[in-house]
C-alpha cells in the first residue's frame, strides 16, 4: 500500500516511542524558560515510564478499566462496532484553503502517529501532558471525510452518497451542525482521555483545517448499565433494540464499503456515517401520557417491549408483529407510531446505528449517528418514511445533518487514508 | 425540629413512593391526550416495579454499580465528603420575586421529597420518566443557600461570610458564573441519571425561581483510576493531593458548622462552600517546558511529588519541604510557586476542596469548589496570597465566584432547611 513521502523523519523514531522520544521534545522545546529564568537544571522527567501497547482490550496493567486499550489497528477504524464509550466526541472540521493533496497526505501521517499513540496510552509526538494520556479506558479515534476533502484528491473518487443529503420536509438545518470536509471521533469511557485526545489532535492540526464544529454525546457510564439492557435516550425511551449486531453474519454486507463501485475502491473497508442532531422537546413530551408516549414509540417505556406483544410475556427483544390487533381491529403498534413508520420489509434498507444523548445551553436530544453503505439506499428511505409522517415528530426536530465517508482501517506500518493518495 | 406546614399532603403517600404512587399520578395527568385519540384504554405500565430504598451505599441488585444509592440522610448532606462522583452539576437559581419565606418553606419540602426519591432511584412525584431516576449511580443532590435566600427569611440569620468574596486584584468576574439564592449540586458516576435529576429538580422549582447559570465539571470516571491516586487535573497536575482526608479528625472542626455563631444556630451540621470558575490558558502552558511546568506547581507532573524530595523516592505523599535547599541554596520548591504560596503554616487556615475539570465552548479549566467553616478565615487568605504572587498565575484566572451556606443534614421524617424557618 503506498504511503506519503514528504513528511520529515520523526526524531528518535519507532524504537522509541515512549517517555525518551517525548523527554526530548519537550525537555527541548524553546517555551516561556520559566525552568531557565528559575535557574533551574536538566529535565528530571520521573515517575514511571510509560506503557506502550497495541492490540485489541489490553490491561496497561494498574486497577481500573483506565488503563485499557482497544487497538487501532485492522481491517476497519475502531470506534464503529467496538463496544461504545460512555462518552464521544465528534469534531469536523474545515480544511484551510492552501491545504492541498500534498498537505492532505502530511496531515493523514500525522494523524496515524496521533491515533496509534493516543490509543496505544501514550501521548503523541511532542505532548506536553503524556500523563493524560496514560490511561486511555478504551480510547478509540475514528476518522471520517466529507465531499470538500475527496475533492481536493480526486473528484473521481466522491462517492455519488458523500455530501448533503436530500431535504427533508421538516429539516430544520443551518445551525452550525451541518456537514464538514474532516471528521474525528473520539470515544472513551472516560472525559479525560477524550479531552487530552481531541486537544493534541487539534493542535497536530492547525497547519491543515480549522475547527468547524463540535458536538459531545454521552450514553451510561461504563459500569452503570444493567446486564443486557439497551441504552435510554433523555425522552425515557430504551433506543436502539432493533438495531443489527455486531455478531450478526451480515453486517458486513450492511455497513462495510467493497470498494466496487467506479472510483471508490480506495474505500473498501470503510463505511458511510450519517449524523444527525436531534433535537427534543422534554417539555411538551412530559406532558404526555404514559399510554401516548407508548404509542407514539410503539414501545412500552418501562422495557421497550413493543405494544404487539403482552407485557407479562414480551421484553425489548421480543419481535414486532405489525399485524397485531386489538377486538377492535386497530393495529396494537399504531401504523403512524415511530418504530412502525421506521421499519422497512426490506432487510437491505437497515442501518447501524449508533445513537448518543447530548445536553447543551439547556437543549437536549440525540446525536443519532448511523454506518451503512450507501446513505441514499439506506438512512434516506427510513428518513423519508418517518419526515412524512411519525408521532414523534411532534416532539423532535432535526437540527444538523452531516455525511462522512469512514476511512477503512489500517495496519501497523500504514498510514490511514493512504488509499485516497493511491494512483 | 420543626417543619413548614403549608404543604399539600401527597396523594397516595408515604407507604407506597414506588411505582403505584407514580402510576396513579402520570396516568392521571391530562397531557395531550394523544393516548385518548388513538382509542387507547388505561395505563400499562408494565415491566419491574422500582425499587425503594435508602441508606448508604446499597445495591439495587442489578449487575453494574448503577444500581449503587449513596442514602441522603445524615447529620450531613450527602455529596461533600462522600466518595466524589465523576460527574457533578452546579445548577444555581435566582428567586422569583415573590417567592417569601412561606414560599421557601414549601419549596424545602418539595426539593426533600424529590432529593428523597432521586437518590433512591425513583422518580420524584409525576416524574414522566421513572425509568431515567431507576440507576441513580450514587446520585447524590446536595443543597445551598445564598445570601439572598436567607434575608428573606430573616437578616439576623445570614451569616457574616455568606456574599461576594472581598475583591481579588486579578479575578474576572461578571461572565455569569457568580453568586445566586439557591444552588443544587447533582452529582452522579453516570450521566444520565444527572441529567434526570437536574430537569425534575428544575420542573419543580419553576414556581419559586428561575435557572441563573449552571457549570457541569468532571473527575476520572468511576473504575477509571489507577487506585490511591489524586485526580489529575487537564493542566496535567495531579490536582488536589494537600487535601484533608475525609477520615481526619479534624476535618469536622474545619468544615462543618457548629452553629455557635449569633445567629447561625440554623446551620449546626452544614458546611460554607466557595465555588470558583478558573479559566486554564493551556496553549500558552503548554508551550513551557516541563520543568519549568514543574516549578510554577512545586511538584512533578509525572507523580504529584514535590520537589523538596528526590524523585526516585518519593510520591505525591510525600511531605512538601519549603526549606529544602540545592546546592547553590535556593529552595527546591520555588518561592512563588502555586504550593509554597497556598501553603499555610495556621492549620486551622486550611480548606476541604472538590474540584472537577470543564470543558466548555472551547475553553478549559477548573470549577474549584471547597469547603469550610468561615470562607473569610480560611479561602480568603490563601487566595489572598495567590492572588498576590503564584506563578501560577500567569496560565489561571478566575473568572466566577460564589459563596453558599450548604445546608444542615436532614433525617428521614425530617425536612431539609427547616431550622432556617424555627422560631
Keep these: 500500500m503506498p504511503t506519503t513521502e514528504s513528511v520529515p523523519p520523526e526524531p528518535g523514531s519507532a524504537p522509541d516511542r515512549g517517555l525518551g522520544r517525548r523527554a526530548l521534545l519537550t525537555g527541548g522545546a524553546a517555551g516561556l ?12 522527567l520521573g515517575g514511571r515510564a510509560l506503557q506502550s501497547g497495541g492490540g485489541s482490550e489490553t490491561d496497561g496493567g494498574e486497577a481500573g478499566f483506565g488503563g485499557e486499550e482497544l487497538g487501532c489497528h485492522g481491517a476497519h477504524q475502531a470506534g464503529i462496532v467496538t463496544a461504545p ?7 469536523a472540521y474545515r480544511l484551510l484553503e492552501d491545504t492541498d493533496a500534498d498537505a492532505l497526505a502530511r496531515m493523514f501521517n500525522i494523524l496515524t502517529g496521533d491515533i496509534e499513540a493516543l490509543t496505544a496510552g501514550e501521548g503523541p509526538l511532542a505532548d506536553p501532558e503524556p500523563e493524560l494520556a496514560a490511561r486511555p479506558a478504551r480510547l478509540s479515534i475514528t476518522v471520517g471525510v466529507g465531499a470538500g476533502l475527496v475533492e481536493r484528491v480526486s473528484s473521481a473518487r466522491r462517492p455519488e452518497w458523500l455530501g448533503p443529503l436530500p431535504a427533508f420536509t421538516r429539516d430544520r438545518l443551518g445551525n452550525g451542525y451541518d456537514d464538514g470536509d474532516l471528521l474525528l471521533m473520539v470515544q472513551a469511557d472516560d472525559l479525560l482521555p477524550v479531552a487530552h485526545a481531541a486537544r493534541m489532535l487539534e493542535r497536530d492540526l492547525v497547519s491543515f483545517a480549522e475547527p468547524l464544529w463540535s458536538q459531545q454525546g454521552f450514553r451510561q457510564a461504563r459500569g452503570a448499565e444493567a446486564s443486557g439492557t439497551t441504552m435510554r435516550n433523555l425522552m425515557g425511551q430504551v433506543d436502539g433494540t432493533e438495531n443489527p449486531s455486531p455478531e450478526d453474519d451480515d453486517l458486513a454486507s450492511l455497513i462495510w464499503l467493497d470498494g466496487s463501485a467506479a472510483g471508490e475502491g480506495w474505500l473498501a473497508g470503510g463505511s458511510a456515517l450519517v449524523l444527525r442532531r436531534i433535537r427534543m422537546e422534554l417539555d411538551t413530551w412530559d406532558q404526555v401520557d404514559r399510554p401516548g408516549r407508548e404509542q407514539t414509540i410503539g414501545r412500552r ?3 421497550g417491549s413493543p405494544l404487539s406483544a403482552p407485557a407479562a410475556s414480551a421484553d425489548e427483544r421480543t419481535p414486532s408483529d405489525f399485524e397485531a390487533t386489538n377486538e377492535y381491529g386497530l393495529p396494537l403498534i399504531p401504523s403512524a407510531s415511530h418504530i412502525r413508520r421506521a421499519h422497512s420489509e426490506d432487510p437491505g434498507e437497515r442501518i447501524f446505528r449508533r445513537a448518543v444523548n447530548y445536553e447543551q445551553d439547556g437543549e437536549s436530544g440525540l446525536l443519532f449517528a448511523c454506518y451503512q453503505r450507501d446513505p441514499l439506499s439506506q438512512f434516506v428511505p427510513i428518513q423519508g418514511r418517518l419526515d412524512e409522517l411519525d408521532l414523534l415528530n411532534e416532539w423532535i426536530t432535526h437540527t444538523g ?12 506500518g500504514e498510514t490511514l487514508g493512504a488509499s485516497l493518495f493511491a494512483r
Tied chains: 1, 2.
Excluded: T, Y
Excluded at 531557565?36 to 529535565?43: D, F, I, N, S, V
Excluded at 464509550?85 to 469534531?91: E, K
Excluded at 452531516?402 to 501497523?412: D, K, M, N, Q, S
Design 85 to 91: 464509550g460512555a462518552h464521544i466526541r465528534f469534531l
Design 401 to 412: 445533518s452531516a455525511v462522512f465517508a469512514i476511512l477503512p482501517g489500517f495496519r501497523e
Design 301 to 303: 417505556l418501562s422495557d
Design 33 to 44: 524558560g520559566l525552568g531557565a529564568a528559575l535557574g533551574l537544571g536538566g529535565a528530571l
